[in-house]
T-cell receptor, first 113, second 110 residues
Framework: EPEVTQTPSHQVTQMGQEVILRCVPI?????FYWYRQILGQKVEFLVS????????KSEIFDDQFSVERPDGSNFTLKIRSTKLEDSAMYFC???????????FGSGTRLTVV | EDQVTQSPEALRLQEGESSSLNCSYTVSGLRGLFWYRQDPGKGPEFLFT???AGEEKEKERLKATLTKKESFLHITAPKPEDSATYLCAVQAETGNQFYFGTGTSLTVIP
């Protein structure tokens, strides 16, 4: 069964450092998403991406965040200057249509120290 | 504001003891309601999509139903391997994002 692949599975970074979280969505999917889940809290929407541009973003997705699809297969989330409160599980997801259930990756656990 | 509330927060069942999980929602025009299963440290795993009131979907021991205000996930004769957190999410007509509830943590005791 096709999978969404995320790397790394765990990243520890110093506060103020830049991090890039990587995702390989399912190959024939057109819609890509980033969500995050702070420990013990809800899964929260960050951003959706379609046709090489951001289609929707939440209040969480401020100027410190950016997304890219650099080569037609990878989909990345960059956090420019990490804060302690950015510590969370970050999930990438993709779907074939905008109203279909997403396929989520296994997540990257980001720990900011 | 679009909201999703799940109950109960936690549920312990004996193996074989059927029960239901609830997801109440308020959304400005429902585009779809989604059920996911999440195991510890893993990403949510897609179970069902429901698009309109009266719709039902089934998969093994799970059955999801939808009304205009809520959805139920019925678990028939659960097994220990059904232990997980079950998440409900809604998608509004006005956007692509999913609004997730906090989930129901299900434990099935052998």
């Amino acid at each position: 069964e096709p999978e969404v692949t995320q790397t790394p599975s765990h990243q520890v970074t110093q506060m103020g450092q830049e991090v890039i979280l990587r995702c390989v969505p399912i190959s024939n999917h057109l819609y890509f998403y980033w969500y995050r889940q702070i420990l013990g809290q809800k899964v929260e929407f960050l951003v959706s991406f379609y046709n090489n541009e951001i289609s929707e973003k939440s209040e969480i997705f401020d100027d410190q965040f950016s997304v890219e699809r650099p080569d037609g297969s990878n989909f990345t989330l960059k956090i420019r200057s990490t804060k302690l409160e950015d510590s969370a599980m970050y999930f990438c997801a993709s779907s074939a249509e905008s109203n279909y259930g997403y396929t989520f990756g296994s997540g990257t656990r980001l720990t900011v120290v | 504001e679009d909201q999703v509330t799940q109950s109960p927060e936690a549920l312990r069942l004996q193996e074989g003891e059927s029960s239901s999980l609830n997801c109440s929602y308020t959304v400005s025009g429902l585009r779809g309601l989604f059920w996911y299963r999440q195991d510890p440290g893993k990403g949510p795993e897609f179970l069902f999509t429901l698009y309109s009131a009266g719709e039902e979907k089934e998969k093994e021991r799970l059955k999801a139903t939808l009304t205009k205000k809520e959805s139920f996930l019925h678990i028939t004769a659960p097994k220990p391997e059904d232990s997980a957190t079950y998440l409900c999410a809604v998608q509004a007509e006005t956007g692509n994002q999913f609004y997730f509830g906090t989930g129901t943590s299900l434990t099935v005791i052998p």
